[in-house]
């Protein structure tokens, strides 16, 4: 272990190699190992489209979508991940409706319930 650059001998010599070799060049960073991303910038752009309708997405509907367009699969974790680096937040999905409901609601409502109650009393033995 080299004192001076904390870099372990065959580093050091392995960097002054590729220095010597191509001078500053030699010094970039290669290609990192592994496999290419199969998340692409296509996705990206496709998701923002449909993000941008009215339509209310969560994130396995978004995979089923992804999964039709580009013939892939993915975790729905990873869609998550991608929307939150894309900039994107959420909440969950409200399904009672906001403020005191109308009065001809109200009246709807009661109608419908004492019609089925009087259903359901005729049903029963």
Do not use: C, N
Not at 40 to 65: D, I, K, N, V, Y
Not at 99 to 121: D, M, N, T
Request: charged content about 35%; glycine content about 10%.
């Amino acid at each position: 272990m080299d004192r001076h650059l904390s870099l372990d001998r065959s580093t050091l010599h392995r960097d002054l190699r590729r220095w010597l070799e191509k001078g500053i060049e030699g010094l970039e960073d290669g290609k990192p190992p592994g496999a290419r991303p199969r998340w692409t910038h296509a996705m990206s752009t496709f998701l923002r489209e449909l993000l941008q309708g009215e339509e209310t997405w969560t994130a396995p509907r978004l995979l089923e979508a992804l999964e039709g367009r580009f013939f892939v699969t993915f975790h729905p974790g990873t869609v998550r991940r991608k929307l939150l680096e894309m900039g994107y937040r959420w909440k969950r999905t409200r399904y009672v409706p906001m403020g005191k409901p109308r009065e001809e609601e109200v009246a709807r409502f009661k109608a419908a319930l004492e019609g089925a109650q009087r259903g359901a009393e005729g049903v029963l033995p």
